[in-house]
């Protein structure tokens, strides 16, 4: 079958027609085994934590951002976003390759006195898991 389904394909390129999706599937059902749909879902890393981990007077705060691993063995990587209100807009910050979990907020421009909202989100290929929001409030510019 699976040749005469290739030679009608043959033909049908030779004059121009275009075949849909389902000619295809046919094609490819015949020549390969069915392969089962995987139902796993991509667990988002948890206990994100955000800490001012640096205060240095008159100099811009270092935030650190840590957070427990995803348990899902196929994630490849992290990205860790930051935001200035809890629902966002968030930027991306920082993309890690799995095995990560922590990173310095590399934006030499924070301010002081100023909370900031980060979130972790694990990932395989278009797959995301998003951590929960969580938040630190940066000292002021004496460490207090």
Known sequence: MWRRNLAALAVAAAVGLVFTSLA???????????????????????????????????????????????????????????APATGGPFATIATL??????????????????????RVSSTFHSWTGTSTVASVTTLSNKCA
Do not use: H
Request: aromatic share 10%.
């Open 24 to 82: 295809i599937a046919q094609f490819t059902n015949t020549v390969s085994r069915a392969l089962p749909l995987s139902s796993t879902t991509l667990a988002p890393p948890t206990a994100v934590t955000p800490t001012q981990t640096n205060c240095r007077n008159s100099k811009p705060p270092e935030i650190t951002i840590a957070w427990t691993a995803t348990p899902s063995a196929f994630a490849t990587g992290y990205v860790v976003e930051r």
């Open 97 to 118: 390759a799995s095995g990560t979990t922590s990173t310095v907020d590399p934006d030499l421009t924070l301010a002081y006195t100023t909370t900031y909202f980060y």
